[in-house]
């Protein structure tokens, strides 16, 4: 049992979850069913040392990307990439605002801003950068009338995986870590 109080140990737990999370990410999914926002959160509601808070998340999201692309066959750089990254680090950020209070309040009201964020940021990039919808007004809004129900699927991934990740670490830190928080 000695060393499971090590700060070090808690930063590898909630790595593990994160990158497990962002693994997640590969396997069949649903539209928008994934973890993304979650693991930003996560990170930042967990990790109080800002370069882990930001780097262990955005090296997650880096990393099955980086993987997605390969398997898929996709660009991995384009402008548009830019438009996920942004709101990324937001939600980094946004945990990062709780790390003391992390209730179920909290992260929900934080999850669901993310989202939104998100969705808003995201779908302005379609918009920017595919040619779907029309360059005017009409155009944007056709863009976001049609994400819709992806926002929809963000938000049930979203909820899942925060219960998954807070969860996990809720019960772990209550079970074998001491700390409340890394330091």
């Known amino acids: 049992m000695e060393g499971r109080n ?4 808690i930063v590898l737990f909630v790595s593990g979850l994160i990158l497990a999370a962002a693994v997640s990410r590969i396997l069949p ?10 693991i930003a959160l996560f990170g930042g509601a967990t990790l109080s040392n800002r370069k882990w808070a930001y780097g262990i998340p955005m090296l997650a999201l880096l990393l ?3 993987a997605i692309c390969g398997m898929m066959g996709y660009d ?13 680090l937001f939600t980094t950020f946004l945990g990062t605002q ?4 992390r209730t179920i ?9 993310a989202s939104v964020v998100f969705f808003l940021i995201s779908n302005l990039s379609v918009w920017i ?3 779907f919808y029309t360059r005017d007004f009409t155009g944007l809004i056709d863009c976001y009338t049609m994400a ?25 830190k209550d079970r074998f870590f001491a700390l409340a928080r890394v330091k």
């Open 148 to 172: 819709i129900p992806f926002f929809r699927n963000s938000l049930l991934g979203n909820a899942f995986y925060m219960f998954m990740l807070f969860g996990s670490f809720a019960l772990a």
């Open 129 to 131: 950068f595919d040619d």
């Open 29 to 38: 999914h649903w539209p928008n069913v994934t973890p993304v926002a979650a």
């Open 6 to 9: 090590n700060p070090r140990n």
């Open 105 to 113: 309040g909290n992260i929900a009201a934080y999850g669901f801003l």
């Open 98 to 101: 709780f790390q003391n209070k």
């Open 64 to 66: 099955s990307d980086l």
């Open 76 to 88: 991995f750089f384009t402008w548009g990439r830019l438009f996920i990254y942004v709101p990324f």
